[in-house]
């Protein structure tokens, strides 16, 4: 079993609909938990944190966090054919400021 | 105020030539990390540096050695390059307490023949 596991995709939505990106994690010490948006050629960078149980919205975005199930999910609202890239889930374990990634997910939004 | 800075953006090397990667910060961050990022495969921890002075292996560090030259600097070093590790090599640095993250360098491009 990966540490961080994410649905590879391709993610299809039409623009303006909600994708919904799921990641399960191994470790049940982990502290916090981060995603990334990396398009393709490019870097990651980052565009939610969330540490504690429940939901954080920041503008389009919404982490949710479920530490007794152990997932973190993140959905996009009014998707744009920006959104378009991978999506990186990253575990931060209880042993030092270490980031385990997922996979990532490939969104694609169509207009 | 550059952020992570790589060079070089992009290498070409033979089997066996060896070479370094040069990673710098300017945002005064103790922990710094080299990742491998393969198709697929996410991002792949080589070897970090917590603080000044000290280097940890990752989870692939088989092939690479690592320098924290100092506070801005943290370099890897492939002493005989192979195939495998033609990849995307990131460089990225820490920054802990309130809204910690990482920030990533733009990446090095390396094929291996």
């Known amino acids: 079993q990966k540490e961080v596991e994410q649905n590879s995709g391709p993610l299809s939505v039409p623009e303006g609909a909600i994708a919904s990106l799921n990641c399960t994690y191994s470790d049940r010490g982990s502290q916090s938990f981060f995603w990334y948006r990396q398009y393709s050629g490019k870097s990651p960078e980052l565009i939610m944190s969330i540490y504690s149980n429940g939901d954080k919205e920041d503008g389009r975005f919404t982490a949710q966090l479920n530490k007794a199930s152990q997932y973190v999910s993140l959905l996009i609202r009014d998707s744009q054919p920006s959104d378009s890239a991978t999506y990186l889930c990253a575990v931060n374990r209880a042993a030092g400021n270490k980031l385990t990634f997922g996979g990532g997910t490939r969104v694609l939004v169509k207009p | 105020n550059a952020g992570v800075t790589q060079t070089p953006k992009f290498q070409v090397l033979k089997t066996g030539q060896s070479m370094t990667l040069q990673c710098a910060q300017d945002m005064n961050h103790n922990s710094m990390y080299w990742y491998r990022q393969d198709p697929g495969m996410g991002l792949r921890l080589i070897y970090y540096s917590a603080s000044e002075g000290t280097t940890d292996k990752g989870e692939v560090p088989n092939g690479y050695n690592v320098s924290r030259l100092n506070k801005r600097e943290f370099s890897l070093r492939l002493e005989s390059a192979a195939p495998s590790q033609t990849s995307v090599y990131f460089c990225?640095?820490?920054?802990?307490?309130?809204?910690?993250?990482?920030?990533f360098g733009p990446g090095t491009r390396l094929l291996v023949l």
């Open positions: 990225a640095s820490w920054t802990s307490g309130a809204g910690e993250t990482q920030y």
